[in-house]
């Protein structure tokens, strides 16, 4: 069984530049969640998406956006990148939504120059 | 405050050694009570989760909940070189929404 894979593993983009991350959930599992993981601030929740519709989404600026598609597949997009933007960006998937997180991918490692 | 509180570390224990690393919690609402331990430059692996009260033994690994006081806990006993790296607790309700996770405590075991 595949796990839940994101692409880019690593990215380095210039600031005022804007970005998107993929992330290809576990086969069946419809709840995706996004985090950005930085060394000051740990894991924060950018948002969640089930069944095409994004459901909770965090504290941050409309910057961040996100979206599912059919296929359960998600991707969020950065624009208008920042320094504070680098982070490890961690995409989970869930087979409800009243499930937590149980598996991870690898992560997506953004740099802001 | 933040509703999830860990035991910052960093952690470093010699092989053999039993680790406990701890968390705090505020919200009552929280049902789910997880583990992840996560390598450098890896996503986090879950490595226990506990559902509401109660001890879960898996292995090396033991999870207890206490709920009365609001304080999770992860043992590790007879701990080994393999098991250095970045535990992370995280709790969530029974309802849709989202899980939220201590900042992580870096353990490091010297052979």
């Known amino acids: 069984k595949a796990g839940v894979t994101q692409t880019p593993r690593y990215l380095i983009k210039t600031r005022g530049q804007q970005v998107t991350l993929s992330c290809s959930p576990i086969?069946?599992?419809?709840?995706v969640s996004w985090y950005q993981q930085t060394p000051g601030q740990g894991l924060q929740f950018l948002f969640e998406y089930f069944s095409e519709t994004q459901r909770n989404k965090g504290n941050f600026p409309g910057r961040f956006s996100g979206r599912q598609f059919s296929n359960s597949r998600s991707e969020m997009n950065v624009s208008t990148l920042e320094l504070g933007d680098s982070a490890l960006y961690l995409c989970a998937s869930s087979l409800s939504r009243d499930r937590f997180e149980a598996f991870f991918g690898q992560g997506t490692r953004l740099t802001v120059v | 405050q933040k509703e999830v509180e860990q035991d910052p570390g960093p952690l470093s224990v010699p092989e053999g050694a039993i680790v406990s690393l701890n968390c705090t919690y505020s919200n009552s609402a929280f049902q789910y009570f997880m583990w992840y331990r996560q390598y450098s430059r890896k996503g986090p692996e879950l490595l226990m989760y506990?559902?509401?009260?109660g001890n879960k033994e898996d292995g090396r690994f033991t999870a207890q909940v206490d709920k009365s006081s609001k304080y999770i806990s992860l043992f590790i006993r007879d701990s080994q070189p393999s098991d250095s790296a970045t535990y992370l607790c995280a709790m969530k309700g029974t309802n849709a929404g989202k899980s939220t996770f201590g900042d992580g405590t870096t353990l490091t075991v010297k052979p």
């Open positions: 086969s069946g599992h419809r709840s």
């Open positions: 506990t559902y509401s009260s």
